[in-house]
């Protein structure tokens, strides 16, 4: 079975279409291509996390590259380390996904993920290793095999990291809801936040293998909701499953996403004179009521396709600070490599503590969010979406419709058989009306799964 990247790294079914055989040929070819020196590994807390984790590692130390095993943490976290000393790294993780998933996520040495480039690389060094195509040395034997050994300082220094992103300041007095969605961040974010003297709560910090992003999260922050309300608590934070992205719930209850959680970032950093640029990089599924806010503000708004390695090559082309996406993706340059739900919490309770003022409160200042539906097709063939006519007929005339009050967005996953359509307007109905009618013209012409 081919394995090949999709926006976030590799993923499939553990044990089936990412069985331990296609692991352990990816750590052998990530190893003649990224180098055979020492790799870092972590992973999140599903129940296929040690299989893999150790069928990759066999990869690696068969190609005689030194394998560091940092545990369950945090994919920023590994990009932490990674970026520290200069290593390049992989993460066992399906992020958001269910359980049964599970995937490889590839870190350069620099702690930033591979460029398309690298990546076409090691798919195509990937092909090699299963096919048995010839033209590579023998592989190492006797002393020069590489070495698994695991680093439990790893999580420290990663803590470390996050608390040095203060700069000294306290956010004492502050009380905070967190939902760890049953992953990586479990065993993080108290103590994480505690250190910084918030007054915190924890859900969804009990991992079992099975129950990661199981109606929590990120993805399902209902719970978080009501216990922020029902415990006082100034300010909700969920992570997804390894925990590089979050969402915000207010004190009265209210659900934050990144979008507007950005809109507060960019306005503090443009008061500090920290925004570098005045500008703030975003993916075109952004909300049309963030870019509105933004002009109205006078910072600028840079696109780049989905997917957060887009958002870092145009903050590092440009030397910008902020960028992010509508999941909860941020990324703040000058802090991290890569995005990072816990430190992102972090800024959010420090800009509310430096500025005496309410989540809410900030947020409804910074934008007003304009009513935006995304609804997933499942479809047999997502590859045929851009050779697909009546789509894109359909599509051209709802934007007519629209008469220039709102847009569409259509683009296939990187990762799965679906086709997103994104639908923004003034009205929902509106918004209603013309994702179902799009979603049947999608499943009609590219065929719908079953």
């Not at 070495?147 to 990291?161: H, K, L, M, T, V």
């Not at 915000?248 to 950093?269: I, N, R, Y």
Request: net charge negative; with cysteine; proline share 3%.
């Amino acid at each position: 079975m081919r394995l090949a990247f999709g926006t976030d790294g590799v993923r499939g079914i553990a044990n089936s279409e990412l069985s331990p055989e296609l692991a352990l040929a990816l750590g052998r070819a990530a190893a003649r291509i990224l180098g055979r020196q020492a790799f870092l590994i972590g992973r999140d807390t599903r129940i296929s996390g040690p299989l893999l984790q150790a069928a990759f590692s066999a990869g690696l130390a068969s190609e005689g590259a030194d394998v560091v095993d940092v545990g369950v943490i945090p994919t920023p976290g590994v990009a932490c380390l990674a970026a520290s000393r200069g290593l390049p790294a992989a993460v066992i993780s399906a992020s958001h996904n269910p359980f049964e998933d599970n995937g490889v996520k590839l870190l350069g040495a620099g702690g930033t993920k591979l460029d398309e480039d690298t990546e076409r690389t090691v798919e195509e060094e990937l092909t090699a290793v299963l096919t048995g195509t010839v033209g590579h040395s023998r592989p190492p034997a006797g002393d020069k095999v590489g070495q698994i050994r695991s680093d439990p300082s790893a999580g420290d220094e990663y803590r470390a990291s996050l608390h040095a992103t203060l700069e000294g300041r306290r956010l004492d007095g502050l009380r905070v809801v967190l939902d760890c969605a049953n992953g990586a961040a479990s065993g993080y974010g108290r103590a994480v936040f505690e250190a910084t003297g918030t007054e915190v709560t924890t859900l969804a910090d009990q991992p079992d293998g099975l129950n990661i992003n199981a109606g929590c999260g990120s993805t399902h922050p209902e719970a978080l909701m009501k216990k922020v309300v029902e415990a006082g608590a100034d300010v909700g934070l969920a992570f997804d499953g390894d925990a590089d992205r979050v969402v915000a719930v207010t004190a009265a209850g209210e659900l934050l996403d990144g979008d507007q959680l950005m809109a507060v970032f960019a306005l503090d950093l443009r008061d500090r004179g920290l925004l570098a640029g005045n500008t703030v990089a975003v993916t075109i599924l952004s909300n049309l009521g963030f870019k509105l806010a933004m002009a109205d503000a006078g910072v600028g708004v840079h696109e780049t396709p989905v997917g957060d390695r887009h958002l870092s090559v145009a903050l590092e082309a440009h030397g910008w600070v902020l960028g992010g996406e509508q999941s909860g993706h941020i990324m703040f340059r000058h802090l991290a490599s890569t995005g990072d739900g816990m430190l992102t919490g972090l800024q959010l309770l420090d800009v509310m503590k430096r500025r005496g003022r309410t989540l809410g409160d900030l947020a409804g200042s910074a934008m007003v969010r304009m009513p935006q539906l995304m609804r997933n097709v499942r479809v047999a063939d997502r590859s045929r979406l851009e050779e697909a006519a009546t789509v894109w007929a359909a599509v051209s005339e709802v934007e007519r419709d629209l008469a220039g009050q709102g847009r569409v967005v259509l683009r296939a996953s990187g990762t799965e058989p679906l086709i997103r359509v994104m639908v923004e307007a003034r009205d929902h109905a509106v918004a209603e009306a013309a994702v179902s009618r799009l979603c049947d013209v999608v499943a009609e012409a590219l065929g719908a799964a079953p």
